[in-house]
């Protein structure tokens, strides 16, 4: 099959196109497979509100309790794939207990260890409480 120059010039964008979103695909699936969190949805913390998980961060652990798992998906929106929902976790500890909002190093008996950035939410009562966001939605 002869390509003539001028035909070769006119596909050549197309074809870049096509060859840099596959790698865009496959380097999302490589670090989707190796993050335990992107396989992670709001049923998967359901089962363990009220359970304790432990975030560390230079040395220092910090156990939180898993106090709500909040759903944020808009009653509108409707689902094209498998795990799009944006859903909120809401830990609590001691008032004692400070932690900044970081991403942290995370272990729990079911869930085993994953990395959350959590945020500091205030005081409510005697214990103070983080959140975690996740948003996974496409728009």
Do not use: W
């Amino acid at each position: 099959m002869k390509i003539s120059r001028r035909s070769f010039i006119a596909a050549a964008p197309a074809v870049v196109t096509l060859v840099s979103q596959m790698d865009i695909l496959a380097s999302a699936r490589a670090v989707s497979s190796r993050d335990p969190l992107s396989k992670m949805t709001s049923a998967t913390f359901l089962p363990y509100v009220g359970t304790e998980f432990v975030f560390s961060d230079a040395g220092t652990a910090v156990s939180l309790r898993l106090d709500e798992v909040e759903i944020r998906t808009p009653a509108n929106y409707v689902a094209t794939r498998r795990g799009e929902e944006c859903f909120a976790l809401h830990f609590s500890s001691g008032i004692g207990e400070t932690m900044v909002g970081d991403t942290f190093a995370v272990e729990h008996f079911a869930l085993h260890s994953f990395m959350l950035f959590i945020t500091q939410g205030g005081i409510d009562g005697d214990r103070r409480r983080f959140t975690a966001v996740f948003n996974r939605l496409v728009r």
